[in-house]
């Protein structure tokens, strides 16, 4: 079975700073696919950044990258120029290639808070 | 147009009733997901219906139902509601089973 795990339950950073929020996944497929989510104050899941496996390439969305890691099977996150609007519970999630029934399996969360 | 929009938006129920949560996906989106996020954790996969028929289910117990309807909005169902089921429940939709999941804001269910 799949599982992913997030280490670190609170993360802070200064406006207009950079963070790094860490994930790390198990499984035993090759192909997959790794979601970041931000879930704000208003609770809905918000989709920040996709990475599919067989890219090497690591995926990027204006201020938001990640730092794929295939064979550590780690995914982490970097957010440059930190905003207060950042500020939010983040879930990194996996989610089989060949999908079978549209599952995320997603971490623990990370709760980012931005010092103005 | 108009996200995924879920009702009630909270609700309170006793141990032992049964709760129906509503959920009407994004027009043309086929299918929906069902997620339950307890306090303090991730969201775990609960269900997934596409064209009214159930592709995936999560380990949870046959309290748990839903369906989906002509129009592709869905119902979940949670029968002899346990203390443990309060929690927020999601509801995702997407254009098939394999496309970008957008998500409500999901359904606070609170169990006393």
């Known amino acids: 079975a799949q599982t992913v795990t997030q280490s670190q339950p609170e993360m802070s950073v200064q406006e207009a700073e950079t963070v790094t929020l860490s994930c790390t996944y198990d499984t035993s497929e090759s192909d997959y696919y790794l979601f970041w989510y931000k879930q704000p104050p208003s609770r809905q899941m918000i989709l920040v950044i996709r990475?599919?496996?067989?890219?090497?390439q690591n995926a990027t969305e204006n201020r938001f990258s990640v730092n794929f890691q295939k064979a550590a099977k780690s995914f982490s996150l970097k957010i440059s120029d930190s905003q207060l609007g950042d500020a939010a519970m983040y879930f990194c999630?996996?989610?089989?290639?060949?999908?079978?029934?549209?599952?995320?399996?997603f971490g623990q969360g990370t709760e980012l808070s931005v010092k103005p | 147009d108009a996200g995924v929009t879920q009702s009630p938006t909270h609700l309170i129920k006793t141990r032992g009733q049964q709760v129906t949560l509503r959920c009407s996906p994004i027009?043309?989106?086929?299918?929906v997901s069902w997620y339950q996020q307890v306090l303090g954790q991730g969201p775990q996969f609960i269900f997934q219906?596409?064209?009214?028929?159930?592709?995936g289910r999560g380990n949870f117990p046959d309290r748990f139902s839903a369906r989906q309807f002509p129009n592709y909005s869905s119902e979940l169902n949670v029968n002899a509601l346990l203390l443990g089921d309060s929690a927020l429940y999601l509801c995702?939709?997407?254009?098939?089973?394999?496309?970008?999941?957008?998500f409500g804001s999901g359904t606070q269910l609170s169990v006393l």
């Open positions: 995702a939709s997407s254009l098939a089973t394999n496309e970008k999941l957008f």
């Open positions: 027009s043309g989106h086929k299918s």
């Open positions: 219906y596409y064209e009214k028929e159930e592709r």
């Open positions: 990475q599919e496996a067989y890219k090497q």
């Open positions: 999630a996996y989610r089989r290639f060949y999908n079978q029934g549209g599952k995320l399996i």
